[in-house]
C-alpha cells in the first residue's frame, strides 16, 4: 500500500508565498507522473502542475510563472513552491501520483488527503 501525505498549507495574505509537500511512503518499484490539483469551495477539482517521471513539468495557464513544481526522487517527494498568491488560489490541493509495485507491474493512481490553502488579507 501506498500512501501520500501533503503538508504546508495554510494562511497567507495575498501576495505571499508557500511551498507545498506530497511525500510517498510504502512499497513501491518506481513513481511515475506527480501531479498537484486543487479544488476550491463549490467547484470541480482542477489541475494545477504535473512533474513527469521523465523530468518534464507542466502548468495551468492560471498558475504559469506563478507556481514551480519539483521533485527530489531521493525523498520520493513532490514539492510545489507557490508565490505572488491570489485569493482565487484558496483551495484545497491534492497530490495524485502513478506508481508500479514492480517492473512489469501495471500503473496504480494514489491520492493525498489534501491540504487547505487560503489566501486573504
Known amino acids: 500500500q501506498v500512501q501520500l501525505v501533503e503538508s504546508g498549507g495554510g494562511l497567507v495574505q495575498p501576495g505571499g508565498s508557500l511551498r507545498l509537500s506530497c511525500a510517498a511512503s510504502?512499497?513501491?518499484?518506481?513513481?511515475?507522473?506527480m501531479i498537484w490539483y486543487r479544488q476550491a469551495p463549490g467547484k470541480e477539482r482542477d489541475w494545477v502542475a504535473t512533474s513527469t517521471g521523465g523530468g518534464d513539468t507542466n502548468y495551468d495557464d492560471s498558475v504559469k510563472g506563478r507556481f514551480t513544481i519539483s521533485r527530489d526522487n531521493a525523498k520520493n517527494t513532490v514539492y510545489l513552491q507557490m508565490q505572488s498568491l491570489k485569493p482565487e488560489d484558496t483551495a484545497v490541493y491534492y497530490c495524485?501520483?502513478?506508481?508500479?509495485?514492480?517492473?512489469?507491474?501495471?500503473?496504480?493512481?494514489?491520492w493525498g488527503q489534501g491540504t487547505q490553502v487560503t489566501v486573504s488579507s
Open positions: 510504502g512499497r513501491f518499484f518506481s513513481i511515475g507522473n
Open positions: 495524485r501520483a502513478r506508481v508500479k509495485s514492480g517492473y512489469s507491474a501495471s500503473w496504480v493512481t494514489y
